[in-house]
């Protein structure tokens, strides 16, 4: 593989990392953030998830964003949003200025989630496309790990999230705080970066794609050029506009549900409760905090290792087979946290997990992350840059994640209220969206595996459009 293409992806990538570090950061603070403001169950959850709602509208703009200035200025807009939330999240004076400082980034990482994949996407080869673009969700990860080890240094080295640390700040300050570091790289990566091919040729500046594809695809430059061309003169005919997504399918083009449906099952499965919460959940079922930072760090390292798995397997065994494997575990590794979690006894500070059932919890848990992180957690990014056609491709990806932060945020600003009333009804029902979700897959993801992104035109033709092909060529060959 050209290693310049690699190169690119994995400094492409490093919107998935501010991604994952902003996703878990917030994990070692919840606690603390609850104490310091002395917040209820309803606004601690909306505390830890008002990110979200920004992520969700800079998602939505993202692809406008893109499309009109290109892919880097947009990377380098996340990037400063997300340093401005960094500094005013961690000096924030209230739970509303929190609040604000968190919607603030989220919009950051919001255009991030869009753009960096589908840079990877428009810079990668067809057949190593599955792999680098696994590399956002690597990232992703790497993120997650590195903010709950972060946030574990920091309580550990004060005494606790809630304690004094450098400055007089609090701990729990300083988790926010780091983010400074993640943000200023991101943005001066994005700065070193080449613009995509395809967004240059949409301007006009041919000469300046010929070159960027001349170092990531030698040898296959006036292939690329062409392919590129005969979208564009397709974007032309169907005159490309505001309802370009539309269809007959409740107004949306189906292709433009399913990524959809694929983002919203992604999160309704649960994972973010997870790497959001985990410090809080383990403490809740009877782990004291260092035990309980301890585990969120070792299953964000299980998270790592099984986006290799991924990376070595999407474009060998594709993306459908690993699909449906990782919604058949989550359903049965979550299905097994509920039945732990309905096992607990005793109640407030006092509750724990007894004889073997803490062990079942704790090793259910990692399974479902496996299971996760070698499925749903990569290839979903990776479908998303895969199943839409190219004149819809940023609209569509914009889109789809926007719906897949909505959905994130329903998941994170609900658990705390549903932890209260029972984990083995939580559980259960990220358990049965899992099981939905096996079967969605296995009835309308089409396999991408191997396809040129100017192919993904054919994955869902509208209804009808052989039988016109056929009757055109009956009338052309009648005469």
Do not use: H
């Not at 909306?46 to 969700?56: E, M, P, R, V, Y």
């Not at 370009?244 to 983002?263: D, E, K, M, N, T």
């Amino acid at each position: 593989m050209n290693r310049r293409v690699v190169a690119l992806a994995v400094a492409g990538a490093v919107g998935g990392f501010l991604f994952g570090f902003d996703s878990s950061v917030v994990n070692g603070a919840v606690d603390a953030i609850e104490q310091e403001f002395d917040l209820s169950a309803g606004l601690t959850g909306l505390a830890i998830a008002s990110a979200l709602l920004g992520c969700a509208l800079g998602a939505e703009l993202a692809g406008r964003l893109a499309d009109r200035f290109g892919r880097i200025p947009v990377m380098i807009l996340g990037a400063s949003l997300f340093l401005i939330s960094a500094i005013g999240s961690g000096l924030a004076l209230g739970v509303w200025d929190l609040i604000v400082w968190r919607v603030i980034g989220g919009v950051g990482i919001g255009i991030a989630s869009v753009v960096s994949p589908a840079y990877i996407a428009e810079i990668s080869p067809r057949r190593a496309r599955g792999r680098l673009a696994s590399l956002q969700q690597l990232a992703i990860v790497f993120g997650i790990f590195t903010a709950l080890l972060s946030d574990a240094i920091f309580a550990w080295a004060a005494g606790g999230a809630a304690e004094p640390f450098w400055l007089g700040l609090d701990a729990w300050r300083w988790m926010f705080l780091a983010g400074i570091v993640p943000s200023v790289a991101y943005g001066l990566i994005a700065f070193s970066l080449p613009e995509s091919p395809r967004f240059l040729m949409r301007v006009g500046k041919e000469d300046e794609a010929r070159v960027v594809l001349q170092r990531i695809q030698p040898g296959e430059v006036e292939r690329a050029v062409r392919d590129i061309r005969n979208t564009m003169k397709a974007d032309d005919e169907a005159k490309q506009a505001k309802g370009a997504l539309r269809g007959p399918v409740f107004g949306l083009r189906g292709i433009v549900w399913i990524g959809i449906l694929l983002s919203v099952f992604q999160q309704f499965v649960g994972i973010n409760v997870i790497f959001y919460y985990s410090t809080t959940l383990w403490s809740a079922v009877g782990f004291d905090e260092s035990n309980a930072f301890a585990i969120s760090v070792f299953t964000s390292i299980t998270n790592i290792l099984v986006t290799f798995v991924a990376i070595a397997l999407v474009d060998r065994v594709g993306r459908r087979p690993l699909m449906l494997v990782g919604s058949a575990g989550m359903a049965i590794s979550l299905a097994t946290m509920a039945l732990a979690f309905g096992n607990a006894i005793g109640s407030g500070e006092d509750i724990s997990l007894p004889g073997a059932w803490g062990p079942i919890a704790l090793v259910a848990a990692n399974l479902f992350v496996v299971f996760f992180g070698f499925s749903w957690g990569p290839l979903v990014w990776v479908l998303l840059g895969e199943i839409f056609p190219n004149r819809i491709r940023a609209r569509a990806l914009g889109l789809a994640a926007a719906a897949q932060w909505i959905a994130n945020f329903v998941v994170t600003v609900t658990f705390p209220l549903l932890a209260n009333v029972s984990l083995l009804l939580t559980y259960g029902m990220y358990a049965s969206f899992a099981a939905l979700s096996f079967f969605f897959v296995l009835v309308k993801i089409p396999e991408t595996n191997g396809m040129s992104l100017e192919e993904s035109d054919t994955l869902l033709p509208p209804r009808g459009s052989a039988r016109r092909r056929a009757g055109t060529g009956a009338d052309t060959t009648g005469g």
